[in-house]
């Protein structure tokens, strides 16, 4: 069993940059995948970032890459979301995941076993 908290959403003006925390605890397996994505109003669940816990395999949306990065820190059992020049259209709320199958893709919401409760993200122009 894996549990994920996430921290560090805020209100921030667009071109700021906020960065988010998923603590993890349980066992986590460098196998495994560590997602974060995020929903907004009236919208599906979308994939933002992921990573294996190993450090390898950093995949990002295309409307992410170049300004959002995904790190971890294993020491603390954490995989933080650095996001930078956010826009308008950032706003949602961005939850982490786990997926636990190595041989998943971890591109989709339907590849991850455990969630975390969300932290509320929101961008004003």
């Known amino acids: 069993q894996v549990q994920l908290v996430e921290s560090g959403g805020e209100l921030v003006q667009a071109g700021g940059s906020l960065r988010l925390s998923c603590a993890a605890s349980g066992r986590i397996f460098s196998t495994y995948a560590m997602g974060w994505f995020r929903q907004a109003p009236g919208k599906e669940r979308e994939f933002v970032a992921a990573?294996?816990?190993?450090?390898?395999?950093?995949n990002y949306a295309d409307s992410v890459k170049g300004r959002f990065t995904i790190s971890r820190d294993n020491a603390k059992n954490t995989v933080y979301l650095q996001m930078n020049s956010l826009k308008p259209e950032d706003t949602a709320v961005y939850y982490c995941?786990?997926?636990?199958?190595?041989?998943?893709?971890?591109?989709?919401?339907?590849?991850?076993?455990?969630w975390g409760q969300g932290t509320q993200v929101t961008v004003s122009s």
């Open positions: 990573m294996r816990w190993s450090g390898s395999g950093t």
């Open positions: 995941a786990v997926d636990r199958d190595y041989y998943s893709s971890y591109a989709t919401q339907y590849d991850y076993d455990y």
